[in-house]
């Protein structure tokens, strides 16, 4: 039988808090409804009864309350406020046995009400929330992925006869089934679509725990499940536990014979890295040929210090980034390709660098990174990239410049490009210097046209202004 009401979330902790009456009667009602359902019994088979929509009910009557109480009170008594139920609702998710959808939902609203206040105390909120998800979207992406798997199994149907699940369509009678066998794992898919939006939005106010997901911790599997299988939730989860934390990244510009590295946090696709480029190597791109940098609009909304979206108009990239593995192609020689071999073929254009396909801007870089770096050198995993002007453009290429939105991703991510520095030949790693040779062995094999290279260039340095987020 269900538990007598507030017998487990409304401790004395909630009755000794300092609440306005509406605000503590909203919440009551809220715990209430939690305690109303028997111990081990699941939000999905709830939901028969209406339980969810019971509880999104309770949520919004409580976002009511503290959004009336905002209109009579002064600031610093609605964060007072904000602070003690957010502090009651972690303090739910911690100690009760939740269903997954439960859980979901309670922290979604103690989330929510975190991004309406500011704050010192409120930094710690969040802190605290981002802690406590951790294990919570552990359990729930690995019960989420059993369901998945079993997804997986069954058979598929058109699209035009069957229901989307995970990714797959099934028919109707199919995903009945799975739903009615596996009722807590298909409440675990359910909640991860939840889930996902305060965990991100507390990880991403907190590095130190995307850095973890780089590493053996527990996000660091909760990242490789939910890129097993898709929804929304494990879609936005997976592009957050990948986007580069303090990623080394090697940058090589055969044009001009230089390599850069650096360290790249944040920056979650192509495009955000470019923007964020261009404002580093202003010098060196206007001696490949690209006249203007990136905006400060452009810099500041994917530093993380400016809006998520300004209206600015999109900025066009005038360079191109592209990985070793993409291969270099000239007089027919296709130089080091995904396998490493060097194949011929007979596309005759002599006077052209047969580049492949560049990166879109929506390629994710945290995705790109290599795992088959010097594992003696300082770190053995890194981003290795090519950089190319417009004067370099690949026969394969099919959009001049792309054009950039002014818009990043994940609103409290910030993102930076630190520890900038210009290495030549003898300094570079060995794999690194096979890079750039392979590049240059390819640009001398032309006979009607070859880019200016030497190694050991003389060319000044080059010069780096630094982009500094504020970090939350």
Known sequence: ???????????????????????RDALS?????????PTGMTSHAADGDGYLRGLDGAGAQLIAAIKQLSEQASGADVRQTVLCVVDLLIDAIEAHPLSPGTAARLALRAGGLLEDVDGHRVGQAWQRLAFV???????????????????????????????????????????????????SEHDAVQALDVLYLPAVAAWSRHPELLLSATTTSPLNSVAAVVASFVTTGAY????????????????????????????????????QLAVLLAAKLRVVLRRLGVPDSSPPEHVATFCGRGPQETPALPWRMRFRLRTPEQGVLLDGAHVRGDNGAKNRTTSGLSHWLHLHP?????AKVGLLARTDCDPTAECSTALVLYLTGPR?????????????????????????????????????PAW???????????????????????????AAPTECTEVRPTRV
């Open 1 to 23: 039988m269900a538990s007598e009401p507030g017998r487990v979330l409304l401790a004395p902790k909630m009755q000794n808090a300092d609440l306005p009456v509406t605000v």
């Open 236 to 271: 936005w989860l997976h592009i957050l536990l990948t986007a580069p934390c303090d990623l080394p990244c090697f940058l090589l510009v055969p044009e001009v014979g230089e390599a850069y590295t650096m360290r790249l946090s944040g920056t979650v696709d192509i495009g």
């Open 133 to 183: 998800l951790v294990p919570l979207t552990v359990t729930v992406a690995a019960a989420a992925a059993k369901f998945a798997r079993a997804v997986a199994d069954a058979p598929a149907v058109p699209a035009s006869a069957g229901v989307f699940l995970c990714g797959r369509w099934l028919s109707q009678g199919a995903a009945h089934a799975l739903r009615r066998a596996r009722p």
């Open 358 to 362: 560049p990166l879109p801007i929506t």
């Open 29 to 37: 009602a809220l715990f209430h409804h939690v305690d109303s359902v």
């Open 392 to 428: 370099l453009r690949g026969s394969m290429d099919t959009e001049d410049h792309p054009a950039i939105q002014c818009e990043r991703q994940f609103p409290a991510l910030a993102a930076s490009i630190e520890s900038l520095e210009r290495f030549r030949g003898p300094d570079l």
């Open 432 to 458: 690194a210097s096979q890079h750039m040779a392979d590049f240059f062995n390819a640009a001398k094999a032309s006979t009607t046209h070859s880019p200016s290279v030497t190694w050991a260039s003389s």
